[in-house]
Nanobody, 116 residues
Framework: VQLQASGGGLVQAGGSLRLSCAAPRSITSVFNSYVMAWYRQAPGKERELVASITVGGATVYADSVKGRFTISRDNSKKTVYLQMNSLRSEDTSVYYC????????WGQGTQVTVSS
């Protein structure tokens, strides 16, 4: 299964973006069974977990984004969101959504570029 993230773009430092990830039809019947997460990978760095959310809404965040990013999910729409506020240049990455732990296949991700 490949989940496609959207909503990235170019933003100035201090700005905001909202990423979205809608589950494909092949998993909509089981979407509500999975912990979902956002990951990111910057050039030359390993992919890292940014935030995760359980079916019930419990969340976990990387220390680097706590207080700035908010993960949410709409189980009726089978969609996961990442609201990113107070963006910094170090948030520049390709952002991916996947389950946690992740499924084998990754979607293309969405590029987020923060200019200082």
């Amino acid at each position: 299964v490949q989940l496609q993230a959207s909503g990235g773009g170019l933003v100035q430092a201090g700005g905001s973006l909202r990423l979205s990830c809608a589950a494909p039809r092949s998993i909509t019947s089981v979407f509500n069974s999975y912990v979902m997460a956002w990951y990111r990978q910057a050039p030359g760095k390993e992919r890292e977990l940014v935030a995760s959310i359980t079916v019930g809404g419990a969340t976990v965040y990387a220390d680097s984004v706590k207080g700035r990013f908010t993960i949410s999910r709409d189980n009726s729409k089978k969609t996961v969101y990442l609201q990113m506020n107070s963006l910094r240049s170090e948030d520049t990455s390709v952002y991916y959504c996947n389950a946690s732990p992740p499924w084998n296949k990754w979607g293309q991700g969405t590029q987020v570029t923060v200019s200082s």
